[in-house]
Nanobody, 116 residues
Framework: QVQLVESGGGLVQAGGSLRLSCDAS????????MGWYRQAPGKHRELVAE???????VYGDSVKGRFTISKDIAKKIVALQMDNLNSDDTAVYYC??????????WGQGTQVTVSS
């Protein structure tokens, strides 16, 4: 059984920062592609940032230059540093991991609320 546990969400003022962390445990066969997605009320889930095991990154257009994704393969952790937050970043943030045998796993989500 594989479990992804997200932490670090909360309430922050516009312009502030938060750091999300996703810890993977259980029978996961390595970390191949790791990502963060978010879903705001009434909107579809969207990609925020993604990183491969080789370190290649992809960011959503709205977060480029403000968010940074990082990984620790050995510790099975993927993190998302979020700076200069604004109200449009308010959403539930989900961790997603695809392991080396192409199984996809999701975390339970963590709420990020940015007050203006």
């Amino acid at each position: 059984q594989v479990q992804l546990v997200e932490s670090g969400g909360g309430l922050v003022q516009a312009g502030g920062s938060l750091r999300l962390s996703c810890d993977a445990s259980g029978s996961i066969f390595g970390l191949n592609i790791m990502g963060w997605y978010r879903q705001a009320p009434g909107k579809h889930r969207e990609l925020v940032a993604e990183i491969t095991k080789l370190g290649r990154t992809v960011y959503g257009d709205s977060v480029k230059g403000r968010f940074t994704i990082s990984k620790d393969i050995a510790k099975k952790i993927v993190a998302l540093q979020m700076d200069n937050l604004n109200s449009d970043d308010t959403a539930v943030y989900y961790c997603n991991i695809i392991d080396n045998i192409d199984r996809a796993f999701w975390g339970q989500g963590t709420q990020v609320t940015v007050s203006s």
